[in-house]
């Protein structure tokens, strides 16, 4: 079945730790995004990609790095970890032709210790 | 620049009570609408969308939103309220600058009395 999937569910590790928050999806979506969701509910974007070697940040500023080598694949990276990190991070793919017609995965929720 | 208001943070109604969420944005042209909702620990799922024609548009679930210019609203309704309706709610606009991003409320959480 077509989705998108997030891998950890739920991460705890510990400051300057080096992480990464896996994000894929089988639906051969073009743009993909990542969300950081504040323990307040609020959703801020991140990273966003058009395509395969295609990244930009979004409008929140983020420490976080993104890359974009496979279509189906956008993982998110953190060098060194700090407790300003904790958050949930949501990824979102859509395709070409679908204005906005987005999916989310489950999420990551990350906790820095 | 294009923002979302969701004025309630938290909402309470009771089991078959009635629903309305409120959101406002601020947008320039005829806006892309979405609202969506988020159960613990879970993504966000799509309710329905608005992009043009009826101004009222049903979705999943039994919701329903009515798009209203005049007062820059695209308030989300349901009849009855079930008690797994109980979630976060998201209402969004698309961006302006055709880079298909999705803007975003901070969100209404709904807890349902039995």
């Known amino acids: 079945e077509a989705d998108i999937y997030q891998t950890p569910r739920y991460l705890v590790i510990g400051t300057g730790k080096k992480i990464t928050l896996e994000c894929s999806q089988t639906?051969?979506?073009?743009?993909m995004y990542w969300y950081q969701q504040d323990p307040g509910m609020e959703l801020h974007l991140i990273h966003y990609?058009?395509?395969?070697?295609?990244?930009e940040k979004g409008d929140l500023s983020s420490e976080s790095t993104v890359s974009r080598i496979r279509t189906e694949h956008f993982p998110l990276t953190l060098e060194s970890a700090r407790p300003s990190h904790t958050s949930q991070y949501l990824c979102?793919?859509?395709?070409?032709?679908?204005?906005?017609?987005?999916?989310f995965g489950s999420g990551t929720r990350l906790t820095v210790v | 620049a294009q923002s979302v208001t969701q004025p309630d943070i938290h909402i309470t109604v009771s089991e078959g009570a009635s629903l309305e969420l409120r959101c406002n944005y601020s947008?320039?042209?005829?806006?892309?609408l979405f609202w969506y909702v988020q159960s613990p620990g879970q993504g966000l799922q799509l309710l329905l969308k608005y992009f043009s024609g009826d101004t009222l548009v049903q979705g999943i679930k039994g919701f329903e939103a009515e798009f209203k210019r005049s007062q820059s609203s695209f308030n989300l309704r349901k009849p009855s309220v079930h008690w797994s309706d109980a979630a976060e709610y998201f209402c969004?606009?698309?961006?302006?600058?055709?880079?298909?991003?999705?803007?975003f409320g901070s969100g209404t959480r709904l807890l349902v009395r039995p």
């Open positions: 639906m051969g979506h073009d743009k």
């Open positions: 979102a793919s859509s395709e070409t032709g679908s204005v906005y017609g987005y999916t």
């Open positions: 947008y320039g042209a005829t806006p892309y």
């Open positions: 969004a606009v698309g961006a302006s600058d055709s880079s298909y991003k999705l803007i």
């Open positions: 990609s058009y395509g395969v070697n295609s990244t």
